[in-house]
């Protein structure tokens, strides 16, 4: 709990000045409303699906039990399949998800529509088998193995099914903090076969679709649809980018204990539209490394000449980055991400003083926004959590953009503590920045860290719409 | 996790009640001709009983449903029915498993109402539409000939009698 070299004639920066709540705070920032609309936008698709299920059923036939179980299984299968690719969608890396609404924001409602669809797609399994094993008066263990084998195509959705539970258990928390992100996005990688090994018995047993051409077309087209999303995104639009600018590693400087920053040149970078706070996924064409792409975020303001990335040790593949060799080819994917001085900007309204909160590797993106942001004096105050002082990397930066424009820097290290003494509970912030309340806030750092400095935001009454947060977790 | 949870309850509560009001929107049971089929009984008008000279087999009309073709030959002695052979049953997805406990439930419902009314074996709609409708064709046949051929005693042999002596012989299903 030591402030690092931290000028007092920085901190003292902060007349807590009263907030003058004009209307158009009291509406909803903008990117929530994006987030809304997706939210809406999916469950605009549900109705079509059930009446797809309405109109297939014959009134009358749902008399038993059984017929019901049956009903409900098939209403969960095509629920499943939608949702299926509704996630595929979300993970396309379509512009408007990744830039507006924020690619963490994505990635959470995918996280947790994909726990529910693995869920619905077990029921559906469960439901089905058990519906026909009452309605035939078989066991369901000897009814399972009957579907899975005498069916059409339904024992390719078994391994479908499997897949998706594989998928869904190294998404769970527990075992993914185990596994290196690698594992964690190859396994992922599985979904588009379970999704393509799943579409065949939707045709071949489901009578919402055999018996009908118009929705088989219909189901088709969406496929269809998604994938050209997904080719387009996630393939044609990186691989000319990559092209086009001709990224290559500049140079590589260790910034602190198992911290590298790896500068990068590349042509016309400007034509990007990359913004302070956004992150890339990087693909380093050298020896084991060409294989995987990691997002890393831009730790400066980007240059049409340059860009620069600095990494922590986290996962399988950092380590290697400090070996890259200068001149290395780098592909690459983005700019993504909505973490940027955008998320704060209001319609005709002054811009508000802005909470920089960066724990660890989270300050990468707070150091390049901390760069940009407009304003000056206590405009701008920076707080910079580690848990020792020589993991502080990059603050010798940090301290000469302070004093260039008066901006307020905090360090704080030490082990986390409880309610009383973590160096960033509530009273800790508030003492730091008595104004907070009054400011937008950008949060970055690891999930613990974020989640805790978040709750301790909000009792200290910062609203929930100024609260800002990327945390990374993959 | 929990969240997760919550929301699988509530899809639970929605899909029930979803099923609840389509299963409302139909009576429980319902008879297989309903009404469905008006080509059957324009033709002759004919009653649900043959009568008393219809003798031999009598092959129904070939009926297109959803999922595939039915049709149903009807057996028949001194005007009283006794056996039906199925000709072609219904395929795809699970025609197969459905006909296989829904034709031996049909032929016994159509015997003890020595006719096509009969009502729909739930779960097995296309196939009890079908069948009735083609079993109802076989019987207008069955009165149409004892009419035009009063004395005409067509007792020589019923076609595929193996068939018709186990009328819950199905085909065995193709494998599906």
């Known amino acids: ?474 | 996790m929990r969240r997760t949870t919550m929301a699988l309850a509530a899809t639970t509560t929605g899909v029930a009640l979803i099923i609840g009001v389509k299963a409302g929107t139909g009576s429980a049971i319902r008879p297989a001709l309903g009404g469905s089929a008006p080509a059957v009984n324009s033709s002759t008008g004919a009653a649900a009983a043959p009568p008393a000279t219809a003798s031999g087999s009598y092959t129904g009309s070939s009926v297109p449903t959803r999922y595939g073709t039915m049709q149903v030959q009807a057996v028949l002695k001194a005007g009283k029915l006794t056996g039906v052979a199925v000709l072609q049953q219904t395929s795809g997805g699970r025609s197969s498993e459905i006909d296989s406990y829904a034709l031996p439930l049909l032929t016994a419902e159509a015997l003890k109402a020595q006719g096509a009314d009969i009502d729909v074996v739930s779960g097995a709609t296309y196939t009890s539409d079908g069948y009735a409708q083609s079993l109802q064709a076989a019987l207008d046949k069955a009165a149409q000939a004892a009419r035009t051929a009063p004395s005409a005693s067509r007792s020589a042999a019923p076609r595929p009698s193996a068939r018709a002596a186990a009328p819950a012989g199905v085909r065995p299903s193709e494998g599906e």
């Open chain 1, 1 to 474: 709990m030591t402030a690092v070299g931290t000028p007092p004639s920085q901190q003292a920066r902060h007349r807590g000045r009263a907030g003058t709540p004009g209307g158009i705070d009291g509406l909803v920032a903008p990117h929530r409303l994006r987030s809304w609309a997706l939210l809406l936008a999916i469950a605009a698709g549900v109705p079509p699906v059930l009446f797809v299920w309405w109109q297939n059923t014959i009134p009358g036939s749902l008399d038993n039990g059984a017929a019901c179980l049956t009903a409900a299984g098939r209403i969960a299968g095509l629920l499943a399949a939608y949702l299926l690719l509704v996630l595929v969608a979300l993970m396309a890396r379509v512009p408007w998800l990744e830039n507006r609404v924020g690619s963490d924001t994505v990635a959470r409602h995918h996280r947790a529509l994909g726990e529910y669809t693995v869920g619905l797609a077990c029921a559906h399994a469960v439901l089905i088998v058990l519906g026909y094993a009452w309605q035939s008066g078989r066991n369901p263990v000897a009814e399972g193995v009957s579907v899975i084998f005498d069916y059409p195509d339904v024992w390719l959705s078994a391994i479908s099914l499997g897949l998706l539970v594989l998928v869904g258990v190294v998404s769970a928390r527990a075992v993914r903090r185990k596994l290196s992100y690698e594992s964690w996005y190859h396994v992922h990688l599985l979904v588009y076969l379970a999704i393509g090994l799943a579409f065949a018995h939707e045709f071949a047993v489901g009578t919402e679709f055999s018996a009908s051409l118009r929705n088989r077309v219909l189901w088709s087209a969406a496929h269809i649809a998604v994938a050209a999303a997904v080719l387009l995104f996630r393939v044609a639009l990186p691989l000319a980018r990559s092209l086009r600018h001709r990224v290559r590693v500049e140079r590589v400087v260790v910034e602190g204990p198992g911290v590298v920053s790896v500068h990068l040149r590349g042509r016309r970078l400007d034509r990007l539209g990359a913004e302070a706070g956004q992150f890339l996924r990087w693909r380093f064409l050298a020896r084991g490394q060409w294989w995987q792409s990691h997002p890393y975020s831009l730790s400066a303001a980007p240059r049409a000449d340059g860009l620069r990335i600095t990494v922590k040790d986290l996962g399988d593949s950092s380590a290697g980055l400090g070996r890259l060799r200068p001149g290395t080819r780098v592909w690459f994917e983005g700019p993504y991400g909505a973490f940027t001085a955008r998320r704060s900007a209001r319609w005709g309204r002054r811009r508000r003083r802005t909470l920089l909160i960066g724990g660890g590797a989270g300050i990468t993106p707070l150091r390049a926004l901390y760069e940009t942001l407009p304003g000056q004096g206590a405009d701008v105050v920076l707080v910079y959590r580690a848990s020792q002082p020589e993991d502080l990397a990059l603050y010798g930066e940090l301290e000469s953009i302070a004093r260039r424009r008066g901006f307020g820097l905090f360090a704080r290290t030490g082990p986390r503590g409880g309610a009383h003494d973590d160096p960033l509970r509530g009273a800790e912030l508030r003492r730091m920045v008595p104004d907070l309340a009054q400011r937008e806030v950008y949060l970055c750092g690891p999930v613990g860290m974020t989640e805790s400095v978040r709750a301790e935001l909000r009792r200290s009454g910062v609203p929930r719409h100024r609260i800002h947060i990327e945390a990374f977790q993959f």
